[in-house]
């Protein structure tokens, strides 16, 4: 079946601190992976995907390699910033009839100053 | 462009109460999904349609959910009778037919709380 695990927080970094939140999944064939993010207060948004093997995603400073080999799509930033405090979620798109999001169970990320 | 709408933002209602969400996608997207996060665990699939009709409704939880999407525009969810276990997030989220473009577009969530 089809499952994501990634790394449980609470994590807590001060500013300027590298970041990696690690995701591996499970999956039939090679489905499209996200991460999203939940800011306090509001809801989910996309912060970054990737379709195939091998593809980067990236936006606001974050990126995630897809993994076909290690089937992990880990986010990274060099230097986390006090507004990047919130929920992050690793997801993927099932392929095949209803395409539906699984996701893992959320990364709280807290910066301080 | 407006983004998905969900109401109420929270329900506070008494175990054996009916409560009724509501989800208005982003004009134009036919497929709308709803997903759920009970605390402290996964957000998790539960229907979804393409325009009017259930594609997969394989996450309802057992017979008290009842999703309709009339009309193939705004969509509700109905709990009825409501228990504690049904406590949580509800999400809303919509995207476009094509199957090219996978981003779901999600609604800030309804947070029901069964006291």
């Known amino acids: 079946g089809n499952s994501v695990t990634q790394m449980e927080g609470p994590v807590t970094l001060s500013e300027e601190a590298f970041l990696t939140i690690n995701c591996t999944y499970t999956?039939?064939?090679?489905?499209?992976l996200f991460w999203y993010v939940q800011y306090p207060g509001e809801g989910l948004q996309l912060l970054l995907k990737a379709t195939k093997a091998d593809d980067k995603g990236s936006n606001k400073g974050f990126e995630a390699t897809y993994r076909k080999e290690t089937t992990s799509f880990h986010l990274e930033k060099g230097s986390v910033q006090v507004s990047d405090s919130a929920v992050y979620f690793c997801a993927l798109l099932t392929q095949g009839g209803s395409e539906k999001l699984v996701f893992g169970k959320g990364t709280k990320l807290t910066v301080n100053p | 462009e407006a983004g998905v709408t969900q109401f109420p933002s929270h329900s506070v209602i008494e175990k054996g109460q009916t409560v009724t969400l509501r989800c208005d996608p982003i004009s134009g997207h036919d497929n709308l999904y709803w997903y759920r996060r009970v605390m402290g665990k996964e957000i998790k699939f539960l229907l979804h349609?393409?325009?009017?009709?259930?594609?997969?409704e394989s996450g309802m939880p057992n017979n008290r959910f009842l999703a309709e999407r009339t009309g193939g525009t705004y969509s509700t969810l109905k709990v009825q009778p409501a228990e504690l276990e049904d406590s949580g997030v509800y999400f809303c989220?919509?995207?476009?037919?094509?199957?090219?473009?996978?981003?779901?577009?999600f609604g800030p969530g309804t947070r029901l709380t069964v006291t």
């Open positions: 989220a919509s995207s476009r037919l094509d199957r090219g473009r996978h981003e779901q577009y």
């Open positions: 999956a039939t064939g090679y489905p499209s």
């Open positions: 349609f393409v325009k009017e009709s259930k594609q997969d």
